[in-house]
């Protein structure tokens, strides 16, 4: 078997792992969290009876090995349940939602790329320069600022001062430019720590790649200095960052909850913080199952991608430890 | 295919950033159209099991009921009904008017409609009842005299029965023949007679309500449609409303300045008549001596909880029956801080180096008055320890006795118009459930039982007074507040909404 394949199918197990392992850890997780979706939602209404009734339309009230192989066998075949509050099908709820999300991550990671690379591309190219100084500082700036607080600034700015763009929600559907500028403030504020990040993870590769033999070679054949970064250069200085950004996506989809929050907007995050709030289980499990196929779909590219644009790594598979 | 992003190119893109915002801008505000924000997403639509609040104005717009309140009043008037009347205090005669349509092409509202709509609230075969089957407790049955005719038989006397049963959404009369089809999705889709129709519910987006063009009755909507859009976060929702996204909104009491301060907007202040206490746990040594309990009450500073972690913004409660209720007790004591008369107790007491805990809830303000509490009782040589929790796992307090452990609990509860509403959860039978004081009186318990079964208002409300004195008597529950609403709203919309500041009545609302 050709060393990349018997790479894809081993990172496959892997993320089939993974995926098993988090829904096994929620499960357990959730046997020790106290309270009950009947007593949250009705309060002083909530009788026994009702409490009885909501768990066994749960299926709360089977045991935890069973609850477990009931939530596979029927996540395999595509049926997540009914959430027993709204009587909705609960794999409507989650697709209504995910794309909103996956839109959300997918505008933060380019506006993450896009200023990162550009920025850490200037710093490299200007070492020690007082750019330099003031992106390093920028970029620690917002490495540390969190999400939550970049968005209330963003929002007091751009939609309240400004009156720019919206505050809430995802925009009317079927209506692009209201969406696109729905998205623009909860995408900026969940990339801007990634925009930091990537900005000194590029400057560190770039200036590590300027200073090589075969780039001082092609200095002392004349080839400009442009040319070098944009056509060999920064090619191999952004290597590491495709490994990086698989942490990125789950990093993103982690944040996208508070940034949903922030600016009213729909989407998996919410979903699952209202239904741990809620105490609805079955809506955090399968808004788990979705988060994580999500993730460890990301990881599973980016091991591809790296290990198409570097065969050692794939090849590394097949050496003796 | 190259593209060149040129600074040029950039430059466009960034100019074109405000556009993109009058394009979304545009969208909103429309005539004839309310946009108002909401805390949470809708859960369930079914009268006998909804939630909420939310879903309670959501009713009130797209069904009907026998009778309804009138804007910003607890006076009802008939709704779907022509006539409604008590002829006894065991029966309630009702005729219908004519020709009233449900939606979707589910025909005439007629009693069987109403018969099928209260007697959901029964028992089932297996005994099963709904959430909110005790708003029509008192109901034997509902007997059919005609098409447009019938008589609501009780089982005994009921005076709360108007206001929580006939005229609230336990009253909402659903059509028999759509409900009997929707079977589950009922909780989703409302098929009813009123002024407005659920025209579409967006999950976690928004809720469109429209004009009903088949509504028949005599209070037809005034606006053409009214959009709720959930969005949970306060400041959010301040945001929303002064960049205009939202044109009514509730608000923090401390956000009331900063709106009234554009000249477009206004606000409209609603005291309540929830009810938030400082509970002691009768049952838990030494608090199950009276001495320590009087001492704990004269060593919190309720006054300093308002100030301080309210911001002054609501008025001190000193019973648990707001001023607006029957029965409010009018003379009850106010407590006073004094640390020194707290130290005096406690040694009359015999108890020294007392140590609590103090559960409450982890939202910001509530752990502000704990900490308050905290400072208070330090003063009193009482040491106060903070166990703050999610709802979750708070309200799980409701549950199999766990309330046995708690010492002192900050505890917010709603209320609803009748004052049995509030009595009910300090009965002896609440002990283990909801009744976290773990008081049990049998007086009490039997002022409860006369006093919700009987007409004459006075002598309810000379009941009401009495169990407010014992529960004064027992130093069990230290009052904090009835809560305040406060309303944002643009000043060319007219909200409507009832004297608890908790229902909107979204079918009154209307263009200024």
């Known amino acids: 078997m050709p060393a990349i394949v018997q790479f894809i199918v081993q990172r496959l197990a892997a993320a089939l792992l993974t995926l098993v392992g988090a829904i096994l850890l929620l499960f357990v997780i959730i046997q020790f ?14 009788t026994p009876e009702l409490r009885a009734q909501f768990a066994e339309r749960m299926g709360l009230d089977r045991s935890i090995p069973e609850q477990i192989f009931l939530f596979f066998r029927r996540a395999v075949s595509g049926d997540l349940g009914t959430d027993v509050v709204t009587g909705r099908d609960i794999l ?4 209504d939602v995910l794309p909103n999300t996956l839109q959300l991550a997918g505008a933060g990671l380019l506006i993450s790329l896009a200023f990162g690379i550009a920025l850490g591309c200037i710093a490299a190219l200007k070492p020690g320069s007082l750019i330099d100084t003031v992106l390093g500082v920028a970029s620690v700036a917002f490495i540390t600022t969190p999400a939550f607080v970049v968005a209330i600034f963003l929002l007091l700015i751009f939609s309240l001062k400004l009156h720019w763009l919206p505050v809430t929600g995802a925009g009317a559907p079927g209506d692009p430019l209201d969406r696109l500028s729905h998205l623009i403030l909860p995408a900026t504020a969940l990339s801007i720590g990634w925009i930091g990040y ?12 300027l200073s090589e033999q075969h780039v001082r070679m092609m200095r002392a054949y004349g080839v400009p200095e442009g040319r070098i970064v944009r056509h060999f250069a920064l090619r191999l200085a952004l290597v590491p960052m495709v490994a990086v950004m698989g942490i990125g996506v789950g990093d993103m989809i982690s944040n996208a909850v508070f940034v949903e929050i922030i600016f009213a907007r729909p989407g998996i995050g919410t979903l699952i913080y209202n239904a741990i709030l809620n105490r609805n289980f079955p809506i955090v499990q399968a808004g788990i199952l979705f988060t994580v196929l999500t993730y460890v779909t990301c990881n599973l590219l980016v091991d591809v991608i790296n290990a198409l644009l570097d065969p050692r790594i794939a090849r590394s598979l097949n050496k003796p430890a | 295919m190259a593209t060149d992003f040129s600074r040029r190119t950039l430059m466009q893109a960034a100019a074109a ?17 309310v946009i108002a924000r909401i805390e949470t997403d809708l859960k369930n639509l079914d009268p006998a099991n909804r939630v909420g609040s939310i879903e309670d104005n959501i009713l009130q717009a797209t069904t009907q009921t026998l009778a309804r309140f009138k804007p910003n009043s607890l006076e009802w008037e008939p709704d779907a009904a022509k006539t409604i009347s008590q002829v006894s205090e065991t029966e309630i005669d009702f005729e219908l008017n004519p020709g009233q ?9 007629t009693a069987d409609d109403v018969k099928f709509s209260l007697e959901r609230f029964l028992p089932d075969a297996q005994g099963n009842k709904p959430a909110y089957a005790d708003d029509w407790g008192a109901l034997d049955y509902v007997e059919v005299t005609g098409k447009y005719t019938g008589k609501i038989i009780l089982k005994n006397p009921a005076p709360a029965l108007w206001v929580i049963g006939i005229c609230d959404s336990s009253g909402t009369i659903l059509s028999k023949k759509a409900t009997t089809e929707l079977g589950g999705k009922i909780s989703t889709k409302v098929v009813g007679s009123g002024p407005y129709v659920l025209k579409e519910w967006k999950p976690n987006e928004h809720v469109i309500l429209e004009a009903n063009p088949d509504y028949k009755g005599n209070a037809p909507a005034q606006l053409k449609r009214i959009i709720l859009k959930p969005i949970s976060e306060w400041q ?8 205009k996204e939202v044109t009514f909104t509730e608000v923090e009491p401390t956000a009331v300045t900063e709106v009234e301060q554009d000249p477009n907007s206004a606000v409209i202040k609603i005291d309540g008549i929830d009810y938030e206490w400082i509970g002691v746990n009768v049952e838990k040594a030494p608090l199950d001596d009276s001495k320590v309990r009087q001492a704990i009450r004269y060593g919190i500073d309720v006054d300093a909880i308002i100030a301080g972690a309210w911001s002054g913004t609501v008025s001190r409660a000193k019973t648990l029956l707001a001023p607006q209720l029957l029965g409010h007790w009018a003379d009850a004591p106010v407590y006073q801080y004094d640390p020194e008369k707290a130290k005096a107790l406690l040694a009359e007491a015999g108890v020294s180096d007392l140590k609590v805990t103090l559960t409450c809830l982890n939202d910001a303000r509530t752990q502000a008055e704990a900490q308050i509490v905290q400072a208070n009782l330090a003063e009193a040589g009482v040491t106060v320890t903070i166990n703050a929790l999610d709802g979750g796992a708070y309200w799980g307090m409701g549950e199999g006795d766990k309330s046995k452990d708690l010492e002192l609990t900050i505890i917010p509860y709603s209320s609803k118009f009748d004052p049995s509403f509030q009595t009910q959860w300090f009965v002896s039978s609440q002990v283990g459930v909801w009744n976290w004081q773990r008081w049990k009186n049998a007086e009490f318990d039997k002022l409860h039982s006369e006093a919700a079964s009987i007409t004459d208002e006075d002598e309810r409300a000379r009941k009401y007074v009495r169990m407010q004195q014992l529960l004064d008597e027992s130093a069990s529950c230290i009052w904090i507040t009835h809560g305040v609403h406060n309303f944002a709203h643009a000043k060319s919309v007219t909200p409507a909404l009832l004297p608890n500041g908790v229902n909107w009545q979204l079918r009154y609302f209307k263009s200024a």
Not at chain 1, 92 to 95: G, Q, R
Not at chain 2, 236 to 243: S, V
């Open chain 2, 101 to 109: 349509m449900f939606s979707d092409g589910y025909g005439e509202l």
């Open chain 1, 92 to 95: 409507s709820i989650i697709l």
């Open chain 2, 236 to 243: 959010t929702a301040l945001l929303a409303f002064q960049a």
């Open chain 2, 17 to 33: 950033l405000p556009l993109l915002g009058m394009a979304s801008q545009i969208a909103f505000g429309a005539e004839g159209e």
């Open chain 1, 198 to 209: 990537l900005a000194r993870l590029v400057r560190a590769s770039l200036l590590e790649v």
């Open chain 1, 33 to 46: 969290v106290p309270g009950d979706l009947a007593s949250i939602l009705l309060g002083p209404r909530a």
